[in-house]
């Protein structure tokens, strides 16, 4: 049922009706455009504005306002206890052992460093009970070299939390966000491997200047998922055994609309075919197994020098809104994938064993081909280099690109960290629901739990009953996960969450 959405017969008549016209572009000259040496990619984020600019990579964000003490901590001790006599500006280092808990970091400035020792390390394991090992709400965290198994719901997730490194963690069979950081901008996500994850193994999700790199990323249901975020680099990952690769979506519902300005390059996406495996309804329960990129409804999106193989649907679809399985419309964010820009890539072996809908697209084009691109619905402005080398279907109509490649773009992270997050008493629960609720509920839509809409009626005007559900939660529905506790947060910020969630409007 999940697929069976993705493209409809109206789809195909809009196809036609839409002006592919059939045959173009495949008589008359071959256009070949070589990748290197040609004009740079000149839009993207100008770090000028409001910064000094400087052209050498950045590998590392957070600042230490003080040089801090280090706190050891050893098998059998906790991890938690170690945090709570932190303050900022101060190490913890976990020494090899194994550690049961829940660790949540509502300070700035504090690392959390795994000592690997002839190859033991930190674990931190959820025996299948906890739901999240690292939760974090404060600035300039770093969270390195833990190995991280069997949570419910998250490894490691960042709330609201600016200037993040996330580094050399291993995190394996846990729940349904590997790597999450939520509303953070500022932040780096570099050589982790992650898999075995009902969601997305790295989530980028409501999130600005972002480097995701050097991650290794399969057996999960999305593997690299940039969601409602902007000017995030994706590079010189290998994703594979996913249902789908790498995705940049708009999830409609959310509290921040817009996904624009991701480069997706240099990465390894192949086989990405295990079956889906996601929550019945959830968003990502509708990418068809065998997606090596999917972008929905996101803007200015650059796949550049990817090696995509291996694929059975296709290895790069385009769709808006319209459809996509699973997705409701928000009037609060443009459906349509606009200035989408494929440079030099390399496909090869995809859409072997593609769905049927995708087919019956093709056959507007008369053609039966493996299909390695797939656009589906509209999409303004969007260009390509070298379409002659790829099967592709809804694309006929953009154009050339007028520049070849990204070379003069380093990395989105900034020279100088932003400010931490400074959060007034009046913003606490609107930062708590952008930060926390929002990774698993949309206004509209089913996400991982009901759509706010839903809870709006039934908790009208009991936002105590809301406070005190979140605290300790009951299954309430057959359909749906467990909802984890959220008593992390203390009441106070429990009830504000609350009364925010119930006026939220879109
Ligand atoms: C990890 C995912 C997740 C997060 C984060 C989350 N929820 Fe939920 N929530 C769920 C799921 C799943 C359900 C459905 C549970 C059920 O019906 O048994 C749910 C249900 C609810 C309900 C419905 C209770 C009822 O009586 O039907 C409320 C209210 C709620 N969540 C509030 C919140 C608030 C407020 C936050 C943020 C502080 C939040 N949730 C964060 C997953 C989540």
Same mark, same amino acid.
């Given at each position: 049922?999940?697929?069976?959405?993705?493209?409809?017969?109206?789809?195909?008549?809009?196809?036609?009706?839409?002006?592919?016209?059939?045959?173009?572009?495949?008589?008359?000259?071959?256009?070949?455009?070589?990748?290197?040496?040609?004009?740079?990619?000149?839009?993207?984020?100008?770090?000028?504005?409001?910064?000094?600019?400087?052209?050498?990579?950045?590998?590392?964000?957070?600042?230490?306002?003080?040089? @801090?003490?280090?706190?050891?901590?050893?098998?059998?001790?906790?991890?938690?206890?170690?945090?709570?006599?932190?303050?900022? @500006?101060?190490?913890?280092?976990?020494?090899?052992?194994?550690?049961?808990?829940?660790?949540?970091?509502?300070?700035?400035?504090?690392?959390?460093?795994?000592?690997?020792?002839?190859?033991?390390?930190?674990?931190?394991?959820?025996?299948?009970?906890?739901?999240?090992?690292?939760?974090?709400?404060?600035?300039?965290?770093?969270?390195?070299?833990?190995?991280?198994?069997?949570?419910?719901?998250?490894?490691?997730?960042?709330?609201?939390?600016?200037?993040?490194?996330?580094?050399?963690?291993?995190?394996?069979?846990?729940?349904?966000?590997?790597?999450?950081?939520?509303?953070?901008?500022?932040?780096?996500?570099?050589?982790?491997?992650?898999?075995?994850?009902?969601?997305?193994?790295?989530?980028?999700?409501?999130?600005?200047?972002?480097?995701?790199?050097?991650?290794?990323?399969?057996?999960?249901?999305?593997?690299?998922?940039?969601?409602?975020?902007?000017?995030?680099?994706?590079?010189?990952?290998?994703?594979?055994?996913?249902?789908?690769?790498?995705?940049?979506?708009?999830?409609?519902?959310?509290?921040?609309?817009?996904?624009?300005?991701?480069?997706?390059?240099?990465?390894?996406?192949?086989?990405?075919?295990?079956?889906?495996?996601?929550?019945?309804?959830?968003?990502?329960?509708?990418?068809?197994?065998?997606?090596?990129?999917?972008?929905?409804?996101?803007?200015?999106?650059?796949?550049?020098?990817?090696?995509?193989?291996?694929?059975?649907?296709?290895?790069?679809?385009?769709?808006?809104?319209?459809?996509?399985?699973?997705?409701?419309?928000?009037?609060?964010?443009?459906?349509?994938?606009?200035?989408?820009?494929?440079?030099?890539?390399?496909?090869?072996?995809?859409?072997?064993?593609?769905?049927?809908?995708? %087919?019956?697209?093709?056959?507007?084009?008369?053609?039966?081909?493996?299909?390695?691109?797939?656009?589906?619905?509209?999409?303004?402005?969007?260009?390509?280099?070298?379409?002659?080398?790829?099967?592709?279907?809804?694309?006929?109509?953009?154009?050339?690109?007028?520049?070849?490649?990204?070379?003069?773009?380093?990395?989105?992270?900034?020279?100088?960290?932003?400010?931490?997050?400074?959060?007034?008493?009046?913003?606490?629960?609107?930062?708590?629901?952008?930060?926390?609720?929002?990774?698993?509920?949309?206004?509209?839509?089913?996400?991982?739990?009901?759509?706010?809409?839903?809870?709006?009626?039934?908790?009208?005007?009991?936002?105590?009953?809301?406070?005190?559900?979140?605290?300790?939660?009951? %299954? %309430?529905?057959?359909?749906?996960?467990?909802?984890?506790?959220?008593?992390?947060?203390?009441?106070?910020?429990?009830?504000?969450?609350?009364?925010?969630?119930?006026?939220?409007?879109?």
């Amino acid at each position: 049922m999940q697929t069976s959405k993705i493209i409809t017969v109206t789809l195909i008549l809009a196809a036609f009706a839409g002006g592919i016209y059939l045959g173009k572009g495949s008589e008359g000259t071959t256009v070949i455009t070589n990748s290197h040496n040609g004009a740079s990619y000149s839009g993207g984020y100008d770090k000028t504005l409001g910064q000094q600019s400087s052209s050498t990579k950045k590998s590392a964000v957070s600042v230490r306002s003080q040089e @801090g003490q280090t706190h050891v901590v050893k098998s059998g001790d906790s991890i938690m206890d170690a945090v709570k006599a932190a303050s900022p @500006g101060d190490t913890i280092q976990v020494m090899p052992g194994t550690y049961h808990e829940t660790v949540y970091i509502d300070k700035d400035d504090i690392r959390i460093i795994g000592v690997i020792k002839q190859g033991k390390r930190a674990t931190m394991d959820g025996k299948g009970v906890l739901n999240d090992a690292i939760l974090y709400s404060g600035n300039n965290i770093v969270v390195e070299n833990l190995l991280i198994t069997k949570y419910k719901g998250n490894g490691i997730m960042g709330q609201a939390g600016n200037n993040f490194e996330i580094r050399n963690n291993i995190i394996v069979d846990t729940g349904i966000y590997g790597i999450f950081p939520q509303l953070g901008q500022n932040g780096i996500v570099e050589h982790n491997v992650v898999s075995g994850i009902e969601d997305a193994a790295i989530y980028i999700g409501m999130s600005d200047n972002i480097h995701v790199a050097h991650n290794v990323v399969f057996d999960s249901v999305a593997g690299i998922e940039i969601e409602n975020s902007r000017h995030a680099i994706v590079e010189n990952n290998y994703v594979y055994n996913n249902t789908g690769g790498i995705l940049a979506f708009i999830t409609p519902g959310l509290p921040i609309k817009t996904t624009f300005d991701v480069i997706i390059r240099n990465n390894f996406i192949t086989d990405n075919n295990t079956a889906n495996f996601g929550a019945p309804g959830s968003t990502v329960a509708g990418i068809p197994a065998g997606t090596g990129i999917l972008v929905m409804a996101a803007d200015e999106v650059i796949i550049e020098d990817n090696i995509i193989t291996g694929n059975k649907t296709a290895a790069i679809i385009i769709t808006d809104h319209e459809n996509a399985p699973n997705t409701t419309m928000d009037p609060g964010s443009d459906p349509v994938p606009d200035k989408i820009m494929i440079l030099n890539n390399l496909m090869a072996n995809n859409g072997y064993d593609t769905i049927d809908e995708v %087919k019956a697209l093709m056959l507007t084009e008369f053609k039966q081909d493996n299909p390695d691109i797939i656009q589906v619905g509209s999409s303004r402005d969007s260009c390509i280099i070298n379409r002659h080398r790829y099967v592709t279907v809804g694309v006929n109509d953009w154009a050339e690109c007028e520049f070849t490649n990204t070379s003069e773009i380093d990395s989105y992270i900034l020279d100088e960290p932003v400010a931490a997050r400074v959060i007034a008493g009046s913003e606490k629960g609107k930062i708590a629901y952008l930060g926390v609720c929002a990774g698993c509920h949309t206004y509209t839509g089913r996400m991982i739990g009901p759509p706010v809409q839903i809870i709006q009626a039934l908790y009208m005007d009991n936002p105590q009953g809301v406070a005190d559900y979140i605290n300790s939660p009951t %299954k %309430k529905r057959d359909d749906y996960p467990e909802m984890p506790p959220q008593n992390y947060l203390d009441a106070e910020t429990r009830l504000a969450v609350a009364n925010y969630m119930l006026q939220v409007k879109s």
